[in-house]
């Protein structure tokens, strides 16, 4: 347990921030798994609707630090080149 004053208003914001750090990575899973419901369903022009937002919330989360960058870059080009392979069948 904290004992001084600034360490129990760090434990409170530290609190706050994995609030927030756990609904954006809730959301962006969330993003992605919808992407790749799309995919799955074979629906080619659904995901290219949505690919714009979901490479935005993948850039977000990294700049945010929820994810790293090469992270980031791993699902976009994975996620692209399943809807390359989609478009071309």
């Given at each position: 347990?904290?004992?001084?004053?600034?360490?129990?208003?760090?434990?409170?914001?530290?609190?706050?921030?994995?609030?927030?750090?756990?609904?954006?990575?809730?959301?962006?899973?969330?993003?992605?798994?919808?992407?790749?419901?799309?995919?799955?369903?074979?629906d080619a022009k659904g995901a290219?609707?949505?690919?714009?937002?979901?490479?935005?919330?993948?850039?977000?989360?990294?700049?945010?630090?929820?994810?790293?960058?090469?992270?980031?870059?791993?699902?976009?080009?994975?996620?692209?080149?399943?809807?390359?392979?989609l478009a071309a069948a």
């Open positions: 347990m904290a004992n001084t004053f600034s360490a129990m208003k760090r434990a409170r914001q530290e609190e706050r921030r994995a609030d927030v750090n756990r609904m954006r990575k809730s959301r962006l899973r969330h993003q992605m798994r919808a992407f790749r419901r799309l995919l799955e369903q074979k290219e609707n949505e690919i714009p937002k979901t490479f935005s919330m993948i850039d977000r989360a990294a700049k945010w630090g929820i994810i790293k960058k090469n992270t980031a870059a791993r699902y976009k080009s994975r996620l692209t080149l399943r809807l390359k392979t």
